[in-house]
């Protein structure tokens, strides 16, 4: 891999991405081993978390090491003490973090000091570790990532972030329908255009979900409010009232569309209620590859280094 740390998707190639959906397959089919035999991992969370803190949990315990699990109170990121100082305090005692920030400027300040492998495990601008694991199910399901196209129905957040640069640079169509104010753009949407110039990928940007899901082969959807933004939640309700993925909308994807969502889902917004549970869905693929893409990850940043001296 080309750095230390896996902050967002962008750090990583189009071979990076190859290798580590390869070796999170292996690892998918062999089980358990010892490649991480007696290294530690801290988890840091600011911000709630089901899959991202047990998957990475039971991964390093599959994997022959451990993981230590900080609460927000237990932290207190740049709040009881810089993040500076918690970067290389962590550093002499383990051999990787996974962070969970709401900004993102955090998660860089904490890789710049750490001297171990850093991982965003998700912030308020990407969460690369969730589209990785995603383009694995696709990989999976479709037996290719290359002339796909994929169709993201709702915020332009992180999680959108993190896909439409996976897609960009797998060389997979990307089309976003967002309603205005809420779409993706600045930096991350330039290089994504910059990597989808050299993969071939088209991007496509619309307020119209139909425009987006049509002839789709993977229909994609995320809260309209993320973590952080609750306050927001009844002003985003009427914004993207609109937004929602119906059985109609997705009967206007290819037949044989994925239907996919990061979860936790709030059934009955952003997806009609029942939805998810259809056989399009493959939301508990999604949640179990986090596993073993993560592992793969795991080994490639944590195989080779050790904490400080
Ligand atoms: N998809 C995802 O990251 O879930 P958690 O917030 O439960 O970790
Ligand atoms: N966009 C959501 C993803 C949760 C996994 C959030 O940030 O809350």
Excluded at 24 to 33: L, Q
Excluded at 209 to 215: K, L
Excluded at 228 to 246: K, P, V
Aim: aromatic share 6%.
């Amino acid at each position: 891999m080309p750095g230390k740390d896996l902050l967002s998707v962008s750090d990583l190639t189009a071979e990076d991405i190859w290798r580590l959906i390869a070796r999170a397959r292996d690892m998918k089919r062999e089980g358990p081993n010892r490649l991480l035999e007696a290294k530690v991992l801290a988890l840091i969370f600011e911000k709630p978390s089901l899959r991202t803190r047990v998957s990475f949990d039971v991964a390093m315990r599959q994997l022959g090491g451990h993981a230590i699990y900080l609460s927000p109170g237990e932290v207190g990121l740049g709040q009881r003490e810089p993040v500076s100082d918690v970067a290389r305090v962590l550093s002499r005692y383990v051999d990787g973090i996974v962070a969970r920030t709401f900004s993102h400027d955090v998660m860089e300040s904490l890789a710049r000091h750490a001297t171990v492998p850093v991982i965003n495990g998700l912030t308020d601008r990407e969460h690369p570790c969730q589209a990785l694991s995603d383009f694995l199910t696709i990989y999976e399901r479709k037996g290719r990532l290359e002339g796909l196209t994929l169709a993201f129905v709702g915020d332009g957040n992180n999680v959108a972030r993190s896909l439409l640069l996976a897609a960009s640079i797998m060389g997979t169509d990307f089309r976003i329908a967002s309603p205005q104010g809420y779409e993706v753009g600045g930096e991350l949407l330039a290089l994504g255009r910059r990597f989808a110039r050299q993969s071939g990928a088209q991007l496509l940007l619309t307020a119209e979900p139909r425009r987006a899901v049509h002839g789709a082969d993977v229909v994609y959807t995320d809260v309209w409010a993320s973590m952080g933004q609750e306050a927001e939640a009844e002003a985003r309700r009427l914004a993207f009232a609109d937004y929602q993925l119906t059985r109609d909308l997705l009967a206007m994807a290819a037949k044989d569309a994925l239907l996919m969502h990061p979860l936790p889902a709030h059934h009955g917004e952003e997806i009609a209620p029942g939805l998810l549970d259809e056989g399009q869905s493959v939301v508990f693929d999604q949640a179990e590859n986090r596993l073993h893409l993560q592992k793969a990850l795991l080994v490639e940043l944590m195989g080779k280094v050790g904490p400080s001296p």
